[in-house]
Every structure is written in C-alpha cells, then in structure tokens.
C-alpha cells in the first residue's frame, strides 16, 4: 500500500525559511543543480535571509603565514569552536615582493567578506599599487580583483577601507591618498570610492577645509571600524573619532567619552585603540591601568545619543607575560577574542586563543591552533590573526 503524499509547503517556505538555515557549504552545492537554484542563492532578499537564520553562526578567523623562501603569503580560515585542537582550512595563496617584512597584508571584514591589501614594502604603512586590491568570501571561495586606481604626484601614503551600508545593501572600498607635506603646494587628499558591482573608481570631492578635524593627523593608515554604515577612525592629535558615511560619502567627526584622553590613553600596539565590540564601536586604554594589570574598554553602546559604557578588563596574570592581550572582536559566544603576541607565538608551542567574558568577568583558552597536515611542508614559523568574519553567501560575481 503506497502511502499518501503530503502537502507540498509553499515555495515562499522552503526558499525563505528554511533553506536560508543551511550552512553555506550546502548552499553552495545547491548552486550546481540548476540555474535556478544558482539564482535563488544569489538573490538578495535570501541572502539577507541567510544572514539573519543561517544555522552556522559560529566566529571564524582568518589567519594568514608567511613562507619567506617563496616569498608567499598564506591565508587560513579558522572555525573557533571546534573540538580537539583547532586546525585551520587553507583558503588561498598569494605572492608578495622579496622583503624581510613580514606584516604585509591589510584585512577587513564586513558580513563575512573580506577586503585584502598590501603594505607597500619600500615605504612603511603604504598601500602596494603594484598588487591589486582583493575582495574576498572565504565561505564560498568566491573573489574578485579590484581595478587599478591611478595616484596623484606627491603622494606619500595610500590606504583602503572597507565599508557597508544596510540602508542600500551597498558595500564600497574608500581609497585616501596622502599627500606629502608641502606649504607651497598645499595638502591635497585625493579622495576614490569604488562599489562592488561597477567598474572603476570614482573621485569624490571633499573640502578640506570644511572638515571637523585635521586630516594630516588622521591615522588613515591605522586600523578602521565599520559600524552602523560608517568607517571609523581614532584621531592622533585631535580628542574626536573620525567618522565617514558609506552613503552619503561625507566625513564627520564625533567627540571621544569626557574621561577619554587620545594622548594618555591611546594605545598603538597590536591592533590600535579602536575596536568593534557587540556591533558597538570601542576605544581601548590606558597605560596606566596596563601597568596594573588592566586595560580599560569604552563601548559607545547608544550610537545615536553617543551614550558610552566603561569596562574594566583585570587581568589574573601578568599582562606583559601574557603577550599584551587586548580586545580584537566580540565572538558568537558573546565573549571577546583578545589578541595578543601568543598567537604569533613560534613552532612548536602551538598558539591558543584568549577569550574573555565581561558578564562573569572570567577568562578561558581555546584549545591548539595547528596547522593542516597538508600544511606542513610550508616554510611557515608563525600564525598571525588577521581578522574574524561570519558564515556568509553574499556574491561577488553575476552568474
């Protein structure tokens, strides 16, 4: 007796609640199906659907080693709540000039795609025009190349940052060009914005003289946030934090907390003062407090009404022993991922990730990060964190 099919669910169901919730490993062999498939997974209203359902919400980081004979740049993708020892995935290779530095790539993160860069390596914390800018999804593989931009004469220092506006689902990369300090010639930014989807740079017009802050002492070349559809940057010279608007492509600055001093609590090393926390930006210091053992944590939680909430991180070790851990990003836990030297930490003491819960105010330790066996033929000493991302099928290409 062969039994009764049920009711076939509606298509509206299956293709916005319930595939959403797959992993986007299984999403992206549904896309070698058929087209339509292909086409469901590359809409934007299932995409959005994915990032807001999607089954696999666990932090994943993205490592990168250096293999100096081959002058190669390797990148691994790392789930962090594994069980046993942490073994990253290989994601990609790629080539950088002969140099003695090792710090060569820039990487940001936004919704699970990735924005990488090189460092010039003839002149410090410089953007290398020679090597083209990367757009990448680590959990589909996908990337793009991003055109070349031309620079304007005296330019001393080039840097991107990558950002995201949820208003218009656009994401934009915002190129700065520095100019070298002239009286005579004058201070000349020059200003690029490129989207993804379109084809070539464009230049925007910014009044220097107009802006809310001294652009020459800006650290454009120093760590950038993306919160709320704005680039965020944490002013040198000046007590403001500098903010540019992925929509409206305008600058703006917004004052830092009252008890917050950028020359006595800045703090430069590894990642910067400013951090994003729980979707919030965050400033990080002081010295002070360092030498005692404690860092100090500012979480702008109220945006709108720049309302900041202070933390105090105690630390139940020596700080300096434990390699300088800071604050790096909010994990799916909710706990935060703190960076530290340990996890550059050479072969063949494997490195371990410190996270910290700021409800119970206790730390705890990942287990091992190793490298893939297939890994272990590489002339690789080291591991370094780049950045975290998320389980994302945002597209890079039309198909």
Not at 21 to 29: D, G
Not at 376 to 386: A, F, I, M, Y
């Amino acid at each position: 007796m062969e039994l009764a099919a049920g009711p076939e669910l509606p298509s509206q169901i299956t293709c916005f609640e319930i595939l959403p919730r797959l992993p986007s490993k299984s999403l992206m062999r549904f896309r070698c199906v058929c087209k339509s498939w292909s086409s469901l997974t590359r809409d934007p209203s299932f995409v959005s659907a994915h990032q807001n359902l999607g089954c696999n919400k666990n932090t994943h980081l993205l490592l990168t080693a250096w293999d100096k004979p081959t002058t190669q740049q390797h990148f691994f993708s790392l789930e962090i709540n594994q069980q046993g020892s942490l073994i990253p995935v290989h994601l990609l290779s790629l080539p950088t000039p002969r140099t003695k530095n090792e710090h060569l790539y820039h990487v940001q993160s936004i919704n699970g795609l990735v924005c990488l860069y090189l460092h010039n390596t003839s002149v410090p914390n410089q953007t290398d025009p020679e090597h083209p800018i990367r757009i990448l999804n680590p959990s589909t593989r996908e990337s793009i190349t991003l055109p070349h931009a031309s620079l304007a004469s005296h330019t001393t220092n080039v840097t991107h940052h990558f950002g995201f506006n949820p208003l218009t689902n656009e994401y934009k990369v915002l190129q700065v060009q520095k100019p070298i300090p002239d009286p005579l010639r004058g201070n000349h930014f020059v200003f690029k914005i490129f989207k993804l989807g379109t084809s070539s740079w464009r230049r925007i017009e910014v009044d220097l003289n107009d802006l809310p802050f001294d652009p020459l002492n800006c650290p454009f070349h120093k760590r950038s946030v993306c919160v709320n559809g704005a680039v965020h940057w944490m002013h040198w010279t000046e007590n403001v934090i500098v903010v540019f608007d992925i929509g409206d492509e305008k600058f703006k600055a917004i004052p830092l907390p009252e008890d917050y001093n950028c020359f006595i609590h800045r703090v430069d090393y590894p990642v910067g003062s400013i951090v994003e926390v729980d979707g919030c930006v965050a400033l990080i210091g002081d010295k002070r407090l360092m030498r005692m053992g404690m860092i100090g944590l500012w979480i702008l939680r109220d945006y709108q009404n720049q309302v900041w909430v202070k933390e105090t991180i105690c630390f139940p070790f020596h700080w300096e022993k434990a390699g300088y851990p800071v604050p790096f990003c909010t994990i799916h836990t909710g706990e935060l991922l703190l960076h530290s030297s340990r996890l550059s930490r050479r072969k063949p003491a494997h490195p371990r990730a410190l996270l910290y819960n700021m409800e119970s105010e206790s730390f705890r330790e990942s287990d091992e990060i190793v490298l893939p066996p297939e890994s272990t033929c590489l002339n690789v000493v080291r591991l370094k964190l780049l950045a975290n991302y998320d389980d994302s099928i945002v597209p890079l290409t039309k198909r």
